[in-house]
């Protein structure tokens, strides 16, 4: 059960106790929220980079502002440093390509690319953001890298997503009426 009330982090802090957060069951919880599945690409030198992120949002409309979160002991964290990257948002037929940047080798697997510009985008994306760095913060054990938006495209489809440790589809939350 995962279970902390507001109250026990007010009395904690209260009583200037410690209070020690479980890894495992915060990890549970952060996983209660739909996210959908991003890769964010990258040129290095001749080669194309990427890492698999969930954690990505929309900051501003002008300037055109969106961020992705790093870990920062993530080999990506340091490649993507002062670079031009496309944030890929995957079409619900793209999990191959996400367990492939998450670190998860797909045999076989061929992905299109599209290599024009200053960041590459992966081909039957649902949409894709191309940036350029515009700021970078600290945040505990990631950094948040603002990109500012320099072309983007969108396509009709179902887009990839994660929920409790599972990869899905938003066609799961179309087939479902509003009241």
Request: glycine share 8%; net charge negative; charged share 20%.
């Amino acid at each position: 059960m995962c279970v902390i009330s507001s109250f026990d982090i007010i009395k904690s802090i209260r009583s200037r106790e410690v209070f020690k957060i479980d890894g495992k069951l915060l990890r549970r919880a952060f996983g209660k929220f739909p996210t959908g599945v991003t890769v964010v690409t990258w040129f290095d030198e001749d080669a194309i980079n990427g890492i698999t992120v969930n954690s990505f949002t929309s900051v501003s409309l002008e300037p055109p502002l969106a961020l992705v979160s790093i870990d920062k002991q993530a080999n990506s964290y340091k490649q993507l440093q002062n670079k031009p990257f496309t944030i890929n948002v995957l079409a619900d037929d793209q999990e191959a390509i996400a367990w492939q940047f998450a670190g998860r080798p797909q045999e076989g697997l061929d992905i299109t690319w599209n290599t024009k510009g200053d960041s590459p985008s992966i081909g039957g994306t649902s949409g894709y953001f191309k940036c350029k760095q515009w700021q970078q913060y600290d945040a505990g054990d990631h950094v948040l890298f603002v990109g500012e938006i320099t072309e983007f495209d969108c396509k009709s489809g179902n887009s990839l997503t994660f929920f409790e440790g599972k990869m899905g589809s938003t066609e799961t939350y179309k087939s479902q009426e509003v009241q």
